[in-house]
C-alpha cells in the first residue's frame, strides 16, 4: 500500500510538470497560429505516447524478469531523479534562475509571431508541429516515468491512469487561468518528484539486488526522509557559499 500510494503520487506530481510546461507551449501556439491547429498537434502528440506505453510496457511486464527488470529501472530513475533533484536544489539555493514559464510563453510566442502570417483559415502547419513537438517532447519524460515505475512494480496500468489523471487535471485548470502557468510553483514540485523518484531508484536497485529491506515497502518511505534531509543540507551550503562568494565581491569593489 505504501509504495502504490508513492508510486500514484510521483507519477502524477512528474507529469503535472511536465504538463504545465507542455501547455505553456500549446497555449502560445494556439494563440499565436490558430487553437485548431494547436490542440490537433497536442491530441496526436498525446495519442503516438500512448501507443508507446502500450507497446514497450506491455512486453517489459510480461516478458523481463522481475529482479533484472528492477536493477535496470531502478538506475534509470536514479538517473532521472538526480537530474531533477539537482536542478530543484540549485534553484532553490540561488545558483540557478527559477523557470518561469510566462518567460517561456513570451519566447514561443515571439517566435511563432515571426514566423508568418497568423491569419489562417483552418489550418496552419507549424502551430500543429510546435504544440506537437512541446507535448510529445515533454510527454517522452512522463512515459519514462511511467514505464520505469510502473513496470518495476508490475502497477502500469495504474501509472497510466495516473499520468492521465495529470493530464487532464493540467488541461482544465489551463482552460481556466491560461496564461497564469508561472503560479504553479513548479521548483517545489520538480524537488519533490526527484526526491520520490530517486528514492524509488534506490529501492529497486537494492530490491533486484537481493537487498531485504527493513519493513519492506515502509522503507521507501525512509528513503524519501533521508533524501529529504540530504536536498535541505545541500541547499543550506550552496546558500553558504553563494553568500560567501557575495561577500567577496562586495570587499573586492570598495
Not at 512528474?14 to 491547429?37: C, D, K, P, Y
Not at 489562417?120 to 515533454?138: N, Q, S, T, Y
Request: proline share 2%; charged share 15%; net charge positive.
Amino acid at each position: 500500500m505504501t509504495s502504490t500510494i508513492v508510486l500514484v503520487l510521483a507519477v502524477f506530481a512528474a507529469s503535472a510538470v511536465e504538463m504545465v510546461e507542455a501547455l505553456t507551449i500549446v497555449v502560445a501556439s494556439g494563440t499565436t497560429r490558430g487553437w485548431r491547429s494547436a490542440l490537433e498537434g497536442a491530441a496526436v502528440a498525446v495519442a503516438v505516447l500512448a501507443v508507446i506505453v502500450g507497446a514497450v510496457g506491455v512486453p517489459l511486464v510480461h516478458l523481463v524478469p522481475i529482479d533484472a527488470l528492477r536493477v535496470v529501472i531502478g538506475a534509470l530513475l536514479l538517473v532521472l531523479g538526480l537530474g531533477w533533484l539537482r536542478k530543484a536544489i540549485l534553484r532553490s539555493s540561488g545558483h540557478k534562475a527559477m523557470h518561469d514559464e510566462d518567460v517561456v510563453y513570451a519566447k514561443t510566442v515571439a517566435e511563432l509571431a515571426t514566423a508568418g502570417d497568423r491569419a489562417r483559415p483552418r489550418r496552419d502547419a507549424l502551430g500543429f508541429v510546435v504544440a506537437f513537438k512541446g507535448v510529445f517532447l515533454e510527454g517522452m519524460e512522463v512515459v519514462l516515468i511511467v514505464l520505469s515505475l510502473g513496470s518495476s512494480a508490475h502497477r502500469l496500468g495504474l501509472a497510466a491512469v495516473a499520468a492521465a489523471a495529470a493530464v487532464l487535471v493540467v488541461g482544465g485548470a489551463g482552460l481556466l487561468v491560461t496564461r497564469q502557468l508561472s503560479e504553479v510553483p513548479e521548483n517545489t514540485m520538480k524537488m519533490a518528484v526527484g526526491i520520490m523518484l530517486t528514492s524509488f531508484g534506490a529501492f529497486w536497485v537494492g530490491e533486484g539486488s537481493g537487498v531485504h529491506w527493513p519493513g519492506s515497502d515502509l522503507a521507501i518511505l525512509a528513503l524519501i526522509a533521508f533524501f529529504c534531509v540530504v536536498a535541505a543540507v545541500a541547499i543550506a551550503a550552496m546558500r553558504r557559499v553563494l553568500t560567501a562568494r557575495a561577500g567577496v565581491s562586495t570587499v573586492a569593489d570598495r
